[in-house]
Nanobody
Framework: QLQLVESGGGEVQPGGSLRLSCAASGSIFSIYTMGWYRQAPGKQRELVAVQRNGGSTNYADSVKGRFTISRDNAKNTVDLQMNSLKPEDTAVYYC?????????????????WGQGTQVTVSS
């Protein structure tokens, strides 16, 4: 069974930094995109940053220049370095993996989500 396990959330003051990590485990040959989404109370889940296995990235405009996504394709992990955090970054952050092939090169039908990790930015 494929799982995404996140770590690294917490509470930090404005201007501080946090690093989120996510590891995918199970029958995995390759993952096309890995990334991070977030959902604040009363709001829809939104993309924060994604990285494709070739290295290209997409960031939400609100985090450009402050957040950096990085992944290790061999280890099926993805990290999110968050600097200069703002109160509006407060949300539950979810790891996502999409476009997966299992060890027999069969495509998974669905994408996968982690359980979520809380990030709170508050003074």
């Amino acid at each position: 069974q494929l799982q995404l396990v996140e770590s690294g959330g917490g509470e930090v003051q404005p201007g501080g930094s946090l690093r989120l990590s996510c590891a995918a485990s199970g029958s995995i040959f390759s993952i096309y995109t890995m990334g991070w989404y977030r959902q604040a109370p009363g709001k829809q889940r939104e993309l924060v940053a994604v990285q494709r296995n070739g290295g290209s990235t997409n960031y939400a405009d609100s985090v450009k220049g402050r957040f950096t996504i990085s992944r290790d394709n061999a280890k099926n992990t993805v990290d999110l370095q968050m600097n200069s955090l703002k109160p509006e970054d407060t949300a539950v952050y979810y790891c996502n993996a999409d476009g997966l092939l299992d060890n027999e090169r069969r495509a998974y039908e669905n994408d996968f989500w982690g359980q979520g990790t809380q990030v709170t930015v508050s003074s």
